[in-house]
T-cell receptor
């Protein structure tokens, strides 16, 4: 069975500081990995995705993520956080031939001005 | 220009009532989904339709019934609403086959009193 673990329930960072949100997945074949962001009261917006190729993927809003197969991880990073980045972040996994997208439980990001 | 839209955005109703949530996508996608997000923000898939055919039917009470009149629409009908049905319901769509990126609607916030 596929699963996603986001070990950090809540992270607080100061504006301008760097950010790393952790994501570990379990998937029996080659995974397709996603990061979504949900601002308060809003829907889910796709930040970035990894299907194959370069293991460092760039997304919107200055985010990037690195796929590490050996560690079953797909961590999200941003070099300098803005107050508007405060939101809930979800990592998700699926694979070729699957319509089943499995989400982690999310990490809530708070930003101190 | 909204890619995936849902109506209504908010729904407040009494226990025992029947209600419907509508979803429409203008992306030309073949596959649509319904997810439930509980009070702890956990997202879980409920149903998926591909070309109007049900392909995912998770363990959901049979009070929930999806209906896909055409590829661009997927509605969710809920009978005999219960307090535990209070949640945010998200519609999503994807194109190009399994494993493709899912795009989410803004959500419908259902409160059962």
């Amino acid at each position: 069975a596929q699963s996603v673990t986001q070990p950090d329930i809540h992270i607080t960072v100061s504006e301008g500081a760097s950010l790393e949100l952790r994501c570990n997945y379990s998937y029996g074949a080659t995974p397709y990995l996603f990061w979504y962001v949900q601002s308060p009261g809003q829907g889910l917006q796709l930040l970035l995705k990894y299907f194959s190729g370069d293991t460092l993927v760039q997304g919107i809003k200055g985010f990037e993520a690195e796929f590490k197969r050996s560690q079953s991880s797909f961590n999200l990073r941003k070099p300098s956080v803005h107050w508007s980045d405060a939101a809930e972040y979800f990592c998700a996994v699926t694979g070729a031939g699957s319509y089943q997208l499995t989400f982690g439980k999310g990490t809530k990001l708070s930003v101190i001005p | 220009d909204t890619a995936v839209s849902q109506t209504p955005k908010y729904l407040v109703t009494q226990m025992g009532n029947d209600k419907s949530i509508k979803c429409e996508q203008n992306l030309g996608h073949d596959t649509m989904y319904w997810y439930k997000q509980d009070s702890k923000k956990f997202l879980k898939i409920m149903f998926s339709y591909n070309n109007k055919e049900l392909i995912i039917n998770e363990t959901v009470p049979n009070r929930f019934s999806p209906k896909s009149p055409d590829k661009a629409h997927l509605n969710l009908h809920i009978n005999s609403l219960e307090l535990g049905d209070s949640a945010v319901y998200f519609c999503a769509s994807s194109g190009g086959g399994a494993g493709e990126t899912q795009y989410f609607g803004p959500g419908t916030r259902l409160l059962v009193l």
